[in-house]
């Protein structure tokens, strides 16, 4: 499968305990996302990396959030010491162009106790 | 700032019916891009169509169908003889041309299209 994938799928986590998401971009894309979206609403951008680069970042993302893209392939995103209110599914997606089609992957379904 | 609007938040329709998801945008820039993604059960948005605003001309791909009016800041979606398999959420979306978007789309709330056998 050449799509972006996600890992994991769903996460269970107890508030105050640190989880990672990780997103394997399609291969040739250099553009990777994340976006959040709870339920009832659109996606929201959280951030955007052009290559191993972090251009832009959300506000919504608190310090407890870092991204990292460390070779320009594959990402990650780190909540720390999550609260209720990050649960959420994170979405990554990847594109050649900035204004082009972004490719989403399943997300990864956060659930904070 | 901008905005993109879904005023239908659910559509229930009867298979074969044709059904219009509205989506009205707010954005002080001239070149910007517009999208729809569909959002089935399994959760992956998947892209439907991604139209420039300089492109006002309607476009049809199969069922589907899009009208861009620039006038009325309005993308809408027609879906003609609906089918069971199109029940999903659809989005609409905004993303700006200039250099700092990064490919920033502001999503609209989706509308929940169920079509009923």
């Known amino acids: 499968d050449t799509g972006v994938s996600q890992d994991p799928r769903h996460k269970i986590t107890k508030r105050g305990q640190n989880v990672t998401f990780r997103c394997d971009p399609i291969?040739?894309?250099?553009?990777l996302y994340w976006y959040r979206q709870t339920l009832g609403q659109g996606p929201e951008f959280l951030t955007y990396?052009?290559?191993?680069?972090?251009?832009?970042k959300s506000r919504l993302l608190s310090d407890r959030f870092s991204a990292e893209r460390p070779k320009g392939s594959f990402s990650t995103l780190e909540i720390q010491r999550t609260e209720q209110g990050d649960s959420a599914m994170y979405l990554c997606?990847?594109?050649?162009?900035?204004?082009?089609?972004?490719?989403f992957g399943e997300g990864s379904r956060l659930t904070v106790l | 700032a901008q905005k993109v609007t879904q005023a239908q938040t659910e559509i229930s329709v009867v298979e074969k019916e044709d059904v219009t998801l509205d989506c009205v945008y707010e954005?002080?820039?001239?070149?910007?891009?517009l999208f729809w993604y569909k959002q089935p059960p399994s959760g992956e948005l998947v892209f439907l169509i991604r139209?420039?605003?300089?492109?006002?001309q309607n476009e049809i791909s199969g069922r589907y169908s899009w009208n861009f009016q620039k006038s009325t800041s309005s993308f809408n979606f027609t879906i003609t003889a609906s089918q069971v398999v199109d029940s999903a959420v659809y989005f609409c979306?905004?993303?700006?041309?200039?250099?700092?978007?990064?490919?920033?789309?502001?999503f609209g709330q989706g509308t929940i299209l169920t079509v009923h056998p």
């Open positions: 954005t002080r820039d001239t070149t910007y891009y």
């Open positions: 979306a905004l993303v700006n041309a200039g250099g700092t978007s990064y490919g920033k789309l502001t």
């Open positions: 139209r420039n605003s300089f492109d006002e």
């Open positions: 291969s040739e894309h250099n553009r």
């Open positions: 997606a990847s594109s050649v162009r900035e204004t082009g089609e972004l490719f």
């Open positions: 990396f052009q290559n191993e680069a972090q251009l832009e």
